[in-house]
């Protein structure tokens, strides 16, 4: 379940704190540590009352390349018919904008600060529209886009507030482009995340002075990570931005390559085997199987991995995953599929092999579809000893037969252990139905 942060009582502007203190870039509060390379994603919901509906996603890319942190925003929504993409630039050491740009369904802008600022705006839909101007602007300020990035590196604790000047360009004339944003209230939080548990974090209060709108962010005290945002949109509407861990990884074990390609290329020993399904008809004495062995068809795939401490424990993972339902499975190593060999039934009896393998544990994995053909009997009718009188002195049941068939899917999977260099394992693949 996600964190909702219900916020029953909007500010009003008669309310507010305002912060004394002002920030601009270079300012002793900024602690770039906390700025690191990391991609994030989050999931966009507008969440009203207990139902959560997904609106679409952002990733940010944060990289530091020389004195530059540069942020990249790819947001997409659950339809695909719209997205947006944005780049920020700023000095890593002060967080002063250097470049900004921006490309959407509808327009694309080109932002150089400096004094002035140059400005290209390029509409999409109306090529009238178009136009690129200077702006005078000598204020200190941070870009609006390294909000996020911005509040990671500031020295959040109990009751901190400031005052943050923003730039920010829509291309609507009509629009302020230096805005502030004012902090009125952090404290402590615990953030439960549905994938890693408990993270004592930071709650902020973020007011856009402009609109009176106030964000709420989550920040984590240790790492810094922006974990969550929210944002009331009208209507009983909040828009709830979620951090969907991407580094999350709860398998301790790591997938070795080289060794896993090292075992099923440089061997002596081999595998020989059968892949077929055993039919083991329901429902009473009275049923009789036609074909019993049911074998793979020729040319069905059969799929060795090499069963690494990575691969039992990915797997036991998944499994308490799937039972508790609560989050996704955690994806296999991409490297896994380098090491995995594949052999094909040669026949009609459900023959393969698998050769040149070193000594270890393997996973035998296959899929068919067969036809389960059966005869059965069944009580047509009843015969009666009658009396000349017409009495029914005693009865016997009738029996008939008849045959039908059924598809059926086999799933099959086998541990097979090599003990030695040079062996040879037979094994069935059976599966009983």
Known sequence: MRNFLLITTLFCSSSYLWAQKQIGPGNSDINNTYLKKEKSLYTIYYVKD???????????????????????????????????????TANFKTLAPTTFLSESTSKKIDVKFGNPISVKLV??????????????????????????PLLSSLPLKTGYKVTIPTFYYSGNPKEEQLGDYVIQEVKSYEYQSPKTGKHPSWLISLLEKSSNSVYYYIVDKQDHRLWQREMFVGDGVWEICANEELDYQPIKNKFDQKDALD???????????????????????SIVNINKAQYAPKGTEITLIVNSPYIKEWKEVNKKIRKEKKVSEVPIDKNVSSTIKIAKVYDDKGHFEFTN????????????????????????????????????????PVYSSASGATNSVAEIEKVVTIKQNGEEVKVNLKDTH
């Open 123 to 148: 509409d999409l839909k109306d090529s009238k529209n178009s136009r690129s101007e200077t702006l005078n602007l000598k204020e200190n300020f941070f870009d609006y886009h390294i909000i996020e």
């Open 263 to 285: 075992k099923v290329n440089n061997g002596n020993s081999f595998i020989i085997g059968t892949a077929f399904a055993r039919d083991h008809a329901k429902g009473g004495i």
């Open 357 to 396: 393998l070193k000594p270890g544990e393997y996973i035998l994995m296959t899929t068919f579809g067969f036809t389960h053909k059966y005869s059965y009997s069944y009580q047509s009718g009843t015969s009666y000893l009658m009396h000349p009188s017409g009495a029914v002195l005693g009865s016997n």
């Open 50 to 88: 207990s139902k959560w509906d997904v609106k679409g996603t952002y990733t940010k890319d944060q990289l530091i390349e020389g004195n530059n942190l540069i942020v990249t925003t790819n947001y997409i929504d659950d339809k695909d018919k719209w997205y947006r993409k944005t780049i920020s």
